[in-house]
């Protein structure tokens, strides 16, 4: 089964701080995915990135960056966490060729105070 | 312009009946993919099943059917005999372009109820 695990399932920061969020996946999967989740909002992709090092913007890219160092893990920066950062935050992965279909890990719900 | 309609934001429906969720989607891309994923409230998104634009029949697994009608550009999921284990969010998401980076485009998800 396709592993997707997330650092943390519930977070609480402070305004300013900087705040990393990891994924790893075991299926060695070429893409790899940040949304956040909001209620009646549906999920929003932040950033993606379809090898190590490369990464592109999604649609709500301001106030995050990521990194890929390595083909498995995927991280999420908040630079200076702002409150309205409070959110579900869902990583995932897939192939790059086929369907496109994309594993979840649980979530991280984080909260900035 | 959205690219994943979903009308209904909530749904009710009585234990062993059948629920279809509306989906539809805008696409001038000839290739396409469709998706349904159910998110219960532990929050982890599972995939449910697929359906292709070139794909000739209606995608089913198990108990989850997808009713595509490509000229409507309408991508509905029916559930039928629904459990109580069935009440979660659901959402159709769309990949554009079958081959490349494209990541898929997620609808706001309809919450499904089921009820005793």
């Known amino acids: 089964d396709v592993k997707v695990t997330q650092s943390s399932r519930y977070l609480v920061k402070r305004t300013g701080e900087k705040v990393f969020l990891e994924c790893v996946q075991d299926?060695?999967?070429?893409?790899m995915f940040w949304y956040r989740q909001d209620p009646g909002l549906g999920l929003r992709l932040i950033y993606f990135?379809?090898?190590?090092?490369?990464?592109e913007k999604g649609d709500i890219p301001e106030g995050y960056s990521v990194s890929r160092e390595k083909k498995e893990r995927f991280s999420l920066i908040l630079e200076s966490a702002s409150t309205n950062q409070t959110s579900m935050y869902l990583c995932?992965?897939?192939?790059?060729?086929?369907?496109?279909?994309?594993?979840f890990g649980p979530g991280t719900r984080l909260t900035v105070l | 312009a959205q690219k994943i309609t979903q009308t209904q934001p909530g749904m009710f429906v009585q234990e062993k009946e059948a629920v279809t969720l509306d989906c539809t989607y805008d696409?001038?891309?000839?290739?396409?993919?469709l998706f349904w994923y159910k998110q219960p409230s532990s929050g982890e998104m599972i995939f449910l099943i697929y359906?292709?634009?070139?794909?000739?029949q209606n995608a089913t697994e198990g108990r989850y059917s997808l009713n595509f009608q490509k000229a409507r550009k309408s991508a509905n999921l029916v559930i039928s005999a629904s459990q109580l284990g069935d009440s979660a969010m659901y959402f159709c998401?769309?990949?554009?372009?079958?081959?490349?980076?494209?990541?898929?485009?997620f609808g706001k998800g309809t919450r499904l109820s089921v009820i005793a």
């Open positions: 995932a992965s897939g192939e790059l060729r086929g369907r496109g279909e994309q594993f």
């Open positions: 696409t001038s891309d000839p290739s396409y993919g």
């Open positions: 998401a769309m990949r554009e372009a079958l081959s490349g980076n494209t990541p898929l485009v």
């Open positions: 990135s379809y090898d190590v090092k490369m990464k």
């Open positions: 359906q292709g634009s070139y794909d000739q």
């Open positions: 299926m060695d999967h070429e893409n």
